[in-house]
């Protein structure tokens, strides 16, 4: 079945630093790919997401591509802040079933300090 | 405008006890989901709804889960008999039919005891 990997955590970088957490999946069909952020002791937010082939999502500085090739959707912000310090879930909807629902990653922690 | 809301926030309950876990999704979605959040199994899916019914109800991990969903907008998830196992996260999240990208509720904070 669908499947996401994410790079194992927690990633730790001083403030100002060049983030990349990494995201490969395995689908059928032609899923959405999302990052969704977790706050601490907040809920889930929607960071961005793109919805086919090379389609660049972007949102507050972080940006990830669709790469079909690869099967990848890398998030990448080119430089950090305290405040970004958040779990992270790499996610696709479902191709193959049309429920739209959502297969996520384990999470990657990122720890920012000042 | 409102986002997805869930109550209760936190619930405490007995092994062998049955809970309700209400979702109140965002006005005019009509897509619904249930997820779970824990330690050792991340996130998962548990049951979709589209209006009110489920066509997929593949990530309810036994029968002693259940869930419905009336005039299209309140959903209940229920669990019966409830197990230490049954301890997580349950996150609400809602949708416009066909559009990508849910939007989650604050999730119930469910310790079994």
């Known amino acids: 079945g669908d499947s996401v990997t994410q790079m194992e955590g927690p990633v730790t970088l001083s403030e100002e630093a060049f983030l990349t957490i990494n995201c490969t999946y395995t689908?059928?069909?032609?899923?959405?790919l999302f990052w969704y952020v977790q706050y601490p002791g907040e809920g889930l937010q929607l960071l961005l997401k793109?919805?086919?082939?090379?389609d660049k999502g972007s949102n507050k500085g972080f940006e990830a591509t669709y790469r079909k090739e690869t099967t990848s959707f890398h998030l990448e912000k080119g430089s950090v802040q305290v405040s970004d310090s958040a779990v992270y879930f790499c996610?696709?909807?479902?191709?193959?079933?049309?429920?739209?629902?959502?297969?996520f990653g384990q999470g990657t922690t990122l720890q920012v300090k000042p | 405008g409102a986002g997805v809301s869930q109550s209760p926030s936190n619930k405490v309950t007995e092994k062998g006890k049955d809970v309700e876990l209400r979702c109140d999704p965002i006005?005019?979605?009509?897509?619904l989901y249930w997820y779970r959040q824990s330690l050792g199994q991340g996130l998962e899916f548990l049951i979709y709804?589209?209006?009110?019914?489920?066509?997929?109800k593949s990530g309810l991990p036994s029968d002693r889960f259940s869930a419905e969903r009336t005039g299209g907008s309140v959903s209940t998830l229920t669990i019966q008999r409830t197990q230490q196992e049954d301890s997580a996260v349950y996150l609400c999240?809602?949708?416009?039919?066909?559009?990508?990208?849910?939007?989650f509720g604050p999730g119930t904070r469910l310790l079994v005891l």
């Open positions: 006005s005019g979605h009509t897509a």
């Open positions: 996610a696709l909807s479902d191709g193959s079933s049309n429920t739209g629902k959502l297969i």
């Open positions: 999240a809602s949708s416009l039919a066909g559009r990508p990208g849910q939007y």
């Open positions: 709804f589209q209006g009110n019914s489920a066509p997929d």
């Open positions: 689908a059928t069909g032609y899923p959405s």
């Open positions: 793109a919805t086919k082939a090379d």
